[in-house]
């Protein structure tokens, strides 16, 4: 039986090898041989999230599932926003394989995946990256996706002054790429050929009239029906892909609102990330189209990670 700490797993767990693990979890999805279900999440009294995220991945392989809470709150503080471990176990007899540390696996994982939709979705000629939410995903998606476009330009912006400031000298000295905090976020994306967006906002901020032609967005901050950062105009006028979209159907508000208004329809949905990798959905059409991702995070992409660090 292995546990890996959060220290080892940070240290194994690059953002290159997680961007494979990514594309393997995605092709064994849609491809049929892994399976999971939705995942169950229970709110708290005080608003916070402990949530329970199972998967499959094949008679021959194993199954596990994350088991984590999600406290918002700790933005600022020493704690991370999301804690828990991912539990492995082997398919052939059921046997406890192992745990991982799943605040490492959930930030690593998620720019991972959003730089596996980039490379997919942004433009091949993409170097201007704007990060919304200075916070761990902001730092794991600027490392995640400097390994598929050549960034040259950052800017980010944050409700919080002191954490954008922290996060520009942090990421400018490790990554040697300038970065510039944005006064604004209509600021931060001005021009931008990357948006993410990574922050628990329960309303849309992201407006159509902001982004310019070309774009490729990743909405990643929200993961509920009920909430989202992204406008209805602007998921209208957009490419709209899912990380599965069974999930996005019952999950996803960046969806699910725009749909319940008539501003979409079910079919506005392109496909999803692992149908693209299998060619079983089409990628941007034109330099001139506004791409959006939207990834409400899988247990698949848990369960993958745990199976590199515990076998």
Request: aromatic share 6%; with cysteine; proline share 5%.
């Amino acid at each position: 039986m292995r546990i890996v700490e959060a220290a080892e797993a940070r240290e194994r767990l690059t953002p290159q090898v997680c961007i494979d693990l990514m594309k393997e979890a995605f092709i064994a999805l849609e491809g049929g041989r892994a399976d999971q279900p939705l995942r169950s999440i229970v709110k708290l009294p005080d608003g916070e999230s402990f949530g329970f995220m199972p998967a499959y991945l094949g008679p021959e392989d194993c199954f596990g599932a994350k088991v984590i809470t999600a406290f918002h709150k700790n933005a600022g503080t020493a704690y991370p926003s999301h804690m828990g471990y991912v539990m492995l176990f082997e398919s052939r007899h059921g046997s406890f394989v192992g745990m991982a540390d799943a605040s490492v696996i959930t930030e690593v994982r998620t720019g991972a995946v959003s730089a596996v939709a980039t490379d997919l979705l942004a433009r091949k000629n993409a170097r201007s990256l704007a990060i919304i939410g200075a916070g761990t995903q902001g730092r794991s998606h600027l490392a995640a996706i400097r390994c598929v476009r050549d960034i040259e330009e950052v800017r980010v912006y944050d409700l919080n002054p002191q954490s954008a400031q922290r996060y520009a000298a942090e990421m400018q000295q490790k990554h040697g790429v300038p970065v510039r905090v944005a006064a604004s976020a209509q600021d931060c994306v001005r021009g931008a050929d990357i948006i993410c967006t990574l922050t628990p906002s329960r309303e849309p901020f992201l407006k159509r009239e902001w982004i310019q032609p070309g774009a490729h967005i990743n909405a990643v901050g929200t993961f509920s029906p009920v909430t989202r950062e992204v406008t209805s105009e602007l998921v209208a006028a957009s490419r709209l892909y899912s990380d599965y979209t069974a999930s996005m159907k019952k999950e996803c508000g960046e969806y699910l609102i725009p749909l319940s208004e008539g501003m979409i329809d079910e079919g506005h949905i392109v496909g999803s990330i692992g149908e693209v990798l299998l060619g079983r959905a089409p990628a941007r059409g034109s330099d001139d189209e506004i791409t959006l991702f939207d990834a409400l995070g899988l247990a698949v992409e848990d369960v993958m990670c745990a199976r590199y660090l515990c076998t």
